[in-house]
């Protein structure tokens, strides 16, 4: 089993910056993609941004230039740095992960979700 552990939401105003962390810990042989995930009330949850393995991002056109995705592969955690927040952006954040166990596995999981409010 894989665990997703993640923090930094909160409340901040237009304008401001958070910084989203997302740690994973279990059974893991060799992580894939991370990415994050919002889902405003009334929406579907959509993609907010990605990362491979190699360090390949690409973003959803809503954030980019604002939102900044990277990981520690030695600490098996992805970042989401969130810049010039604006009131859409308001939402519960998620991160999903992609991962292989010994065996050659694929797996996803997902974390519980972080909410982010961003206020006017």
């Known amino acids: 089993q894989v665990q997703l552990v993640e923090s930094g939401g909160g409340l901040v105003q237009a304008g401001g910056s958070l910084r989203l962390s997302c740690a994973a810990s279990g059974n893991i042989f060799r992580l894939n993609a991370m990415a994050w995930y919002r889902q405003a009330p009334g929406n579907q949850r959509e993609l907010v941004a990605r990362?491979?393995?190699?360090?390949?991002?690409d973003y959803a056109d809503s954030v980019k230039g604002r939102f900044t995705i990277s990981r520690d592969n030695a600490e098996n955690t992805v970042y989401l740095q969130m810049n010039s927040l604006k009131p859409e952006d308001t939402a519960v954040y998620y991160c999903?992960?992609?991962?292989?166990?010994?065996?050659?596995?694929?797996?996803?999981?997902w974390g519980q979700g972080t909410q982010v409010t961003v206020s006017s």
């Open positions: 990362i491979t393995s190699g360090g390949s991002t």
């Open positions: 999903k992960v992609v991962y292989y166990n010994r065996y050659d596995f694929r797996y996803e999981t």
